[in-house]
């Protein structure tokens, strides 16, 4: 069964940085797109960042310069480097494919950008 574990959030004064990782079953990994998305209080959870086998990247408006999607296919793992961060970018970070596979979500990792 495919599984998804996402790691390296924190709390950071607004303009810090983070690192998350998502390390994925070889099963969910392979071949497919695969994307960062969050879900803030209250707000829908929105693809924040996706990136194709071959490394083609697409991002929201809202991180466009800030943040940087990146996989290591030889580890099954998919990072998101997140500069600059804001206060609205606070949220909990959940990595899946692109498009989302439901049984796949993970419990997520909780982002705060606030002084």
């Known amino acids: 069964q495919g599984r998804l574990v996402e790691s390296g959030g924190g709390l950071v004064q607004p303009g810090g940085s983070l690192r998350l990782s998502c390390a994925a079953s070889r099963s969910i990994f392979k071949i497919y797109t695969m994307g960062w998305y969050r879900q803030a209080p209250g707000k829908q959870r929105e693809l924040v960042a996706s990136i194709t086998a071959g490394g083609g990247t697409n991002y929201a408006d809202s991180v466009k310069g800030r943040f940087t999607i990146s996989r290591d296919n030889a580890k099954n793992t998919v990072y998101l480097q997140m500069n600059n961060l804001k206060p609205e970018d606070t949220a909990v970070y959940y990595c899946?494919?692109?498009?989302?596979?439901?049984?796949?979500w993970g419990k997520g990792t909780q982002v705060t950008a606030s002084s």
């Open positions: 899946n494919r692109q498009p989302s596979v439901y049984d796949y």
